[in-house]
T-cell receptor, first 113, second 110 residues
Framework: SAVISQKPSRDICQRGTSLTIQCQVD?????MFWYRQQPGQSLTLIAT?????????ESGFVIDKFPISRPNLTFSTLTVSNMSPEDSSIYLC??????????FGPGTRLTVL | TQLLEQSPQFLSIQEGENLTVYCNSS?????LQWYRQEPGEGPVLLVT?????EVKKLKRLTFQFGDARKDSSLHITAAQTGDTGLYLC??????????FGTGTRLKVLA
């Protein structure tokens, strides 16, 4: 298994500001994933973060809006930049164990006013 | 674009009843996972199915992967209030990426 923690667990932010979300894993992993879960909806992959290289973003997500850092094999950050109310969501990080097992952090619940 | 449609979207049943949740796609997946998510938490993996036609049982939960690996079902026998949550299927797209289904929100009433 994998133990994943996220900070903050929740935040309320003003429009136009930025928030950085941290994800810490209890063991080294090659890839870390960032997802968004909008209210009442399913999960959408934002990007994949590999250590030592730039993150790979999915269609509809760009680096200027969601910059990601991956300084080592156990840690990653996702920044939500220039926030608007439409960015209100739960942001989740995850890691893989083997080919078919994925573990998620508890999520960061973001509300933008 | 690969899509996974789940049905029903919402389900409210009495404790002790049986239910089935469906996950359908026009795409073939190499494997498919089922998760349960409770409020304030991340999704928790319940099962992974890999082989077409595969059936896996986890206590009162029975998971089936379609023969063509395009669809799956989750059947819960004698539902309990602890089964309440958001159920998500996810299909493996490539070696490490997953496409998540639209979700089924289950509420089991005492």
């Amino acid at each position: 298994s994998a133990v994943i923690s996220q900070k903050p667990s929740r935040d309320i932010c003003q429009r136009g500001t930025s928030l950085t979300i941290q994800c810490q894993v209890d063991s080294q992993v090659t890839m870390m994933f960032w997802y968004r879960q909008q209210p009442g909806q399913s999960l959408t992959l934002i990007a994949t973060a590999n250590q030592g290289s730039e993150a790979t973003y999915e269609s509809g997500f760009v680096i200027d809006k969601f910059p990601i850092s991956r300084p080592n094999l156990t840690f990653s950050t996702l920044t939500v930049s220039n926030m608007s109310p439409e960015d209100s969501s739960i942001y989740l990080c995850s890691v893989n164990r083997g080919t078919d097992t994925q573990y998620f952090g508890p999520g960061t619940r973001l509300t933008v006013l | 674009t690969q899509l996974l449609e789940q049905s029903p979207q919402f389900l409210s049943i009495q404790e002790g009843e049986n239910l089935t949740v469906y996950c359908n796609s026009s795409s073939v997946f190499s494997s498919l996972q089922w998760y349960r998510q409770e409020p304030g938490e991340g999704p928790v993996l319940l099962v992974t199915v890999v082989t077409g036609g595969e059936v896996k049982k986890l206590k009162r939960l029975t998971f089936q992967f379609g023969d063509a690996r395009k669809d799956s079902s989750l059947h819960i026998t004698a539902a309990q209030t602890g089964d309440t949550g958001l159920y998500l299927c996810a299909g493996a797209s490539g070696t490490y990426k997953y496409i998540f289904g639209t979700g089924t929100r289950l509420k089991v009433l005492a």
